[in-house]
């Protein structure tokens, strides 16, 4: 039986409080991880660690980034969205129809799919705090209607199952420079996403570590009762998560359709879940109340690096997958001993 | 006398057709512990969701510091100073101590939405306040998951006396602790009231309630057994009323017999002392 409150130095001080305050990051197991990637695919293939390289697989992460950060705040907060992969398409396809087809400057139809991701955000929050259901059925049929809506409407108006020609669009220079710009370091040009990732990623950590909305982040994914109990707005702070996700899939959408000025209906299916395994990676638990925004970011690197890295290194991309399994499992693995440790009740 | 923090006069509530509580009187004194005793089902839990705001009452009258009152809400009730700290609703686990402990009332600095936690004051304030208690803890750092039973009960003692509460109801604070952790938690249910906090102490261990209680409330399906002073009844008394009294002494009869006799020959002789056990 332990005693507490012994005001003499404690004897179960004993381990060194340092190292144990960095394991318990939920952000190490990325980290590590993403160091090991890196450093592999450094040596295996010569293309990597070129400008051209880093600015290849930096890319590939970026856009990945931005919606494991915000997905990685939702799941902080205990809940899913699978809609947010198709989201991105869907926001893309509105400010692409309303540019192309009606004719509107390209910020007033950005303005337009903000305020439809934003919709749809909140009318998936409103849904799961309603109902009481998980939000991984209640996003899994947000995620289906707009996958219909995408292709439906978008055959309806144009009769195929894209939208092009955004170049055209009043306003698309000055947008096309803040969403899909490069940036020219060292004679190779780095996309601006890369910018907005980390932008992305230091404002989320901000918000989860130093506001008390970020408090109530983790309170509403770890033990949502008590956090009520002790005055805490639970379902304001879950529907502002989901208008969250689907903000960061309209940023998505938007350096998309800005950077390639077409949109493909059936874009973003799949999505979602490289979305939650990168934030799985970077540390969050599926079952909320703890995670890191740093870490999904660097679980997002890892992903465009290996994905990127396959292709210098000339294999097959099917083993992707394989190590995208692996690595999955081994983070909630890891994950799950964390959890015990700051679960674990002493009587 | 001075006027009671909380009273409760001939209070009743109904569920449906189901009498939870009916015609139960008690006072909470600043300063002082009331005890609330009774088996499962006595009533207990009723009568703290009725002064916690979480239910109304029915019938008779409740009065804070004098007044007759009805909450309409926890919140309410916590506004007037009444703070309840439940057994399971205490904490959220994965979180640091610092962070629980102002969970919902978190102290910022800066402006409109750029203001951030203050941190450093949040640390420093929890740190000072658990000490206050005569808690204290490794590091506010730390997840409240890593802490005991005994110790996160602490905590949420702490962070209701900081935040202003005049009255503490605690809901089987004992329940599920060891006996050495249930023992800490006692202490510190003194320190509060030496602190001239009115503290409400619902158990169903007279063990634990006889020596930090100063009043306490007997309750049995929903009505009151009596409300005595610690002068006016001793430990075993409450044992033995706590227990149903004369039921228990039946029951004890029959185990005892049961013990002796570890092959009755004729079950016919041991049956009716059973059935009357049971009534």
């Known amino acids: ?347 | 006398m001075t006027t009671p923090l909380l009273e409760v006069r001939e209070i009743g509530k109904r569920y449906g057709s189901v009498v939870a509580l009916d015609g139960v009187s008690a006072v909470v004194n600043a300063g002082e512990v009331t005890c609330v005793l009774g088996d499962n089902g006595a009533g207990k839990s009723t009568l703290i969701k009725i002064l916690a705001g979480a239910h109304q009452h029915d019938s008779g009258e409740y009065l804070v510091e004098g007044e007759p009152v009805r909450f309409h809400s926890p919140r309410e009730a916590l506004d007037r100073g009444i703070a309840t700290v439940y057994q399971d609703l205490a904490v959220v686990p994965l979180m640091s101590v610092w962070r629980n402990f102002f969970l919902g009332s978190e102290p910022r600095i800066g402006w409109g939405p750029f203001s951030a936690l203050d941190r450093r004051r949040a640390k420093e304030i929890t740190r000072s306040a658990l000490a206050e208690m005569g808690i204290n803890l490794r590091d506010v750092e730390q997840p409240v998951g890593t802490l005991s039973g005994g110790e996160r009960q602490c905590v949420a003692i702490a962070r209701a006396v900081h935040f202003g509460a005049k009255v503490l109801i605690l809901d089987e604070p004992t329940a599920a602790l060891g006996v050495k952790q249930a023992g800490v938690v006692l202490k510190y249910v003194a320190q509060a009231r030496d602190r001239g906090l009115g503290v409400v102490l619902i158990t169903h261990n007279p063990h634990h309630a006889y020596p930090v209680g100063d009043r306490f409330l007997l309750l049995k399906r929903g009505r009151s057994l009596g409300f005595h002073r610690k002068s006016e009844i001793s430990l075993a008394e409450l044992t033995r009323q706590m227990a149903g009294g004369a039921e228990l002494e039946a029951l004890e009869h029959e185990l005892r017999a049961e013990h002796v006799v570890p092959e009755p020959a004729e079950p016919v002789d041991g049956a009716p002392t059973a059935e009357g056990a049971q009534r």
Do not use: H
């Open chain 1, 1 to 347: 039986m332990t005693t507490v409150a012994v005001p003499k130095p404690d004897e179960r001080l004993a381990r060194p409080r340092v190292l144990d305050r960095i394991v318990a990051r939920p952000e190490l197991g990325s980290v590590l991880g993403a160091l090991v990637v890196f450093a592999f695919f450094s040596l295996v293939t010569d293309q990597f660690l070129s400008p051209m390289g880093v600015a290849t697989w930096l890319d590939d992460s970026a856009t990945l980034g931005i919606m494991a950060v915000a997905v990685a705040l939702l799941m902080i907060g205990g809940e899913f969205d699978l809609s947010a992969g198709v989201m991105t398409a869907s926001t893309a396809l509105v400010t692409a129809i309303l540019a192309t087809q009606l004719g509107w400057n390209t910020w007033l139809a950005l303005l337009a799919s903000l305020l439809f991701a934003l919709a749809v955000g909140a009318l998936n929050g409103w849904l799961v705090m309603r109902t009481g259901l998980p939000s991984f059925i209640v996003t899994l049929g947000t995620f289906l209607a707009l996958q219909g809506l995408n292709l439906g409407v978008t055959r309806l108006i144009t009769g195929t199952v894209q939208v092009s020609g955004m170049r055209s669009a009043d306003g698309y220079a000055s947008a096309g420079f803040v969403f899909a710009s490069t940036v020219n370091i060292a004679g190779t040009s780095f996309q601006i996403s890369i910018l907005w990732w980390v932008l992305v990623t230091v404002l989320a950590s901000w918000v989860l570590l130093r506001t008390r909305f970020g408090n109530w982040i983790f309170a509403v994914g770890g033990a949502p009762a008590s956090a009520r109990a002790v005055g805490v707005p639970v379902v304001r702070t879950k529907v502002l998560l989901f208008m969250t996700t689907a903000a960061a899939g309209w940023l998505v959408g938007t350096i998309n359709i800005l950077r390639f000025t077409t949109v493909q209906a059936n874009q973003g299916i799949g999505l979602e879940f490289q979305f939650i395994i990168a934030a799985v990676i970077g540390g969050c638990l599926l079952t909320g109340g703890y995670g890191s925004a740093i870490g999904a970011a660097v679980g997002a690197l890892i992903f465009g690096m290996t994905r990127q890295g396959i292709v210098f290194a000339r294999w097959e991309s099917d083993w992707f997958m394989l190590f995208l399994g692996v690595m999955l499992l081994g983070a909630v693995l890891i994950n799950n001993t964390f959890r015990r440790r700051a679960e674990r009740v002493r009587r």
